[in-house]
């Protein structure tokens, strides 16, 4: 597999470890609520509902991600330019969940932009 590729398994694997630490507080103070109907969420905790935003942040962007990574595979133009892009975007975005959860906001932006220059660059192979 391209790093390309093995940079996509990373990102999803990220999603899905954002997604856990999201849920968990919900499910550890209050585990019958996670088999009820959910109508009434527990009030969260600073921290919590952080790590929630992550996580949602971080499944608006892996599409994206996923889309530039594929078609850059399936194209034949993956090359050393998109996995760097690639490798940029998944390293920013490990950055952007733990800074995210630290509640730094001005560091959490740049983290983002960084990504997203990731993205871009994986764009820039395909024109």
Same mark, same amino acid.
């Given at each position: 597999m391209t790093v390309d590729l093995w940079m996509l398994v990373a990102?999803?694997?990220?999603?899905?470890?954002? $997604?856990? +630490? #999201?849920? #968990?507080?919900?499910?550890? &103070? /209050?585990? !019958?609520?996670? $088999?009820? &109907?959910?109508?009434?969420?527990?009030?969260?905790?600073?921290?919590? &509902?952080?790590? %929630?935003?992550?996580?949602? /942040? !971080?499944k608006e962007n892996l599409p994206m991600f996923a889309v530039l990574v594929l078609i850059a595979? +399936?194209?034949?133009?993956? %090359? #050393?330019?998109?996995?760097?892009?690639?490798?940029?975007?998944v390293g920013a975005r490990i950055a952007h969940a733990i800074i995210y959860l630290a509640g730094i906001p001005n560091v959490r932006t740049l983290a983002w932009l960084v990504s997203v220059a990731g993205m871009g660059m994986i764009l820039s192979t395909l024109f």
């Open positions: 990102a999803a694997v990220l999603t899905w470890a954002q $997604i856990v +630490v #999201a849920a #968990a507080p919900g499910l550890l &103070s /209050n585990p !019958m609520w996670s $088999i009820g &109907s959910r109508d009434t969420p527990p009030t969260r905790s600073v921290w919590a &509902s952080r790590a %929630d935003r992550a996580a949602k /942040n !971080m595979h +399936v194209s034949g133009e993956a %090359d #050393a330019t998109s996995a760097l892009g690639a490798q940029i975007f």
